[in-house]
């Protein structure tokens, strides 16, 4: 609880590493170890290139989460809202009200509390990544493209959100439906003399 005097106030920063958690896919100490350099949002896309966790700035988890990614037009609005006027390359994205990286595990009781207040289930900060995933699962996007944008192998995702693929992210042959032997060209399928007479390759 505050103490006496102490006063509340919005601190848009954390509403927008909030959003970014939610509509990117970016684990939270990706997020939290973003510099300005790492912006490009004429582009709409961000390079994660560093991780930032237990006050302790350092490489990616993976070589492959070293990565662009991708950005909604309404996030790359949010983050031209919180950055100053004028900006240099190494400074943070997300910072606390001290001007600090936001470290994840500290900002956890925000986001707790903020969950109490609304009468939900507490759940870690981790879980806006995987509310991404099975969002973008069901949205049915490609899985090369998922993998890009989280830094993860789809044998990983397919193993821990395996119930939110749908049957088209089974198989890509599906999409070829419309164009399968037998309806691309009629009802009549072609069949190649050597294969007439019950003879085979």
């Not at 990117?24 to 961000?46: H, I, K, W």
């Not at 956890?108 to 806006?128: I, M």
């Not at 119930?163 to 399928?189: C, Q």
Request: net charge positive; proline share 7%.
């Amino acid at each position: 609880m505050p103490g006496r005097g102490t006063q509340r106030r919005p601190h848009p920063p954390y509403y927008v590493y909030l959003h970014l958690l939610f509509w990117t896919g970016l684990r939270p100490s990706e997020a939290s170890g973003l510099q300005v350099g790492d912006l490009n949002l004429t582009r709409e896309r961000l390079h994660v290139q560093r991780s930032h966790h237990a006050y302790d700035t350092g490489d990616p988890k993976t070589g492959s989460a070293d990565r662009w990614v991708e950005l909604f037009p309404q996030t790359v609005t949010l983050l031209r809202l919180i950055l100053p006027l004028h900006v240099k390359p190494e400074q943070w994205v997300f910072t606390t009200m001290r001007g600090q990286p936001i470290e994840p595990k500290s900002f956890s009781e925000h986001w707790y509390n903020a969950q109490r207040a609304l009468g939900l289930r507490v759940r870690g900060l981790y879980c806006t990544k995987d509310t991404f995933v099975t969002t973008a699962l069901q949205a049915g996007v490609k899985q090369a493209w998922l993998e890009a944008q989280t830094g993860v192998a789809w044998n990983t995702l397919k193993r821990h959100y395996g119930k939110w693929v749908s049957p088209d992210n089974e198989s890509e042959l599906a999409r070829f439906t419309s164009y399968a032997p037998g309806t691309l060209f009629g009802n009549k399928i072609a069949t190649p003399r050597l294969l007439q007479g019950g003879k085979s390759l």
